[in-house]
């Protein structure tokens, strides 16, 4: 599971949880998509509206079909990812109300 989140000038935070498929990446292809999740949030603070291709980018959309290669510690991948989705924050974080978009 990976976290990232951004808070703008009015105070306000956007917070996005990534579920990750276990097996599903190396090590870099873990750091790459914490990356962008990372850029989404950032991106989201600073007002720029996010392609919804470039939101999924990364985000395993696809049931493993059984022939999954095993991963460097012996885990073979399955499931599906979601989008993450925005939680945005109004407000002075720690400030209350959350609404999900």
């Given at each position: 599971?990976a976290h990232a989140?951004?808070c ?16 599903a990446?190396d090590?870099?292809?873990?750091d790459g ?6 850029v989404?949030?950032?991106a989201?603070a ?16 696809q ?14 991948a399955?499931?599906?990812e979601?989008?993450?989705?925005a ?6 974080v720690?400030?209350g109300?959350?609404t999900?978009?």
């Amino acid at each position: 599971r990976a976290h990232a989140a951004a808070c703008g000038a009015s105070g306000g935070a956007t917070t996005y949880t990534h579920e990750l498929v276990k097996g599903a990446r190396d090590r870099a292809g873990e750091d790459g998509a914490c990356t962008l999740l990372a850029v989404r949030a950032l991106a989201d603070a600073a007002g720029l509206d996010v392609a919804p291709e470039l939101a999924a980018h990364g985000i395993r959309r696809q049931a493993a079909d059984g022939d999954e290669p095993v991963n460097h510690v012996g885990e073979r991948a399955a499931g599906t990812e979601l989008v993450p989705a925005a939680v945005v924050r109004r407000g002075p974080v720690g400030g209350g109300g959350a609404t999900v978009r």
